[in-house]
């Protein structure tokens, strides 16, 4: 516990008084636990969202060839397509979004541990 990083020295110039130095330590040791635990949760999140996709260009496909079926309604057909792709847009922006916060959380966890 000898060791002082930044983040530590930024913690002990916010607080005052005597235990400003012990008060970093733990705040450190407690965020990085916490960022280490959710990274690893949205991780694991990851595998499950990036199946979404999968299935959901599957589907864009289905529906193109109409799931080997005779187009018998136009409309349906259209809406059909159309609802397929909404649904990959709608997967493929939460696999983004989702990618896009561990990547911030990996950040703050180096920021922590600097």
Same mark, same amino acid.
């Given at each position: 516990?000898?060791?002082?990083?930044?983040?530590?020295?930024?913690v002990?110039?916010i607080?005052?008084?005597?235990?400003?130095?012990?008060?970093?330590?733990?705040?450190?040791?407690?965020?990085?636990?916490?960022?280490?635990?959710?990274?690893?949760?949205?991780?694991?999140?990851?595998?499950?969202?990036?199946?979404?996709?999968?299935?959901a260009?599957?589907?864009?496909?289905?529906?193109?060839?109409?799931?080997?079926?005779?187009?018998?309604?136009?409309?349906n057909?259209? *809406?059909?397509?159309?609802?397929?792709?909404?649904?990959?847009?709608?997967?493929?922006? *939460?696999?983004?979004?989702?990618?896009?916060?561990?990547?911030?959380?990996e950040?703050?966890?180096a920021?922590?541990?600097a």
């Open positions: 516990m000898s060791k002082t990083t930044n983040f530590i020295k930024l002990v110039a607080i005052t008084g005597d235990d400003a130095q012990a008060t970093a330590l733990k705040i450190q040791r407690k965020a990085s636990a916490i960022l280490t635990a959710q990274i690893a949760v949205k991780v694991a999140r990851t595998l499950e969202l990036e199946e979404v996709v999968e299935n260009t599957e589907a864009v496909g289905l529906a193109l060839i109409n799931n080997g079926e005779l187009i018998t309604y136009g409309e057909y259209v *809406s059909t397509l159309n609802k397929a792709q909404n649904t990959l847009n709608a997967a493929q922006d *939460s696999l983004e979004e989702h990618l896009e916060t561990i990547t911030f959380l950040e703050k966890l920021l922590v541990q």
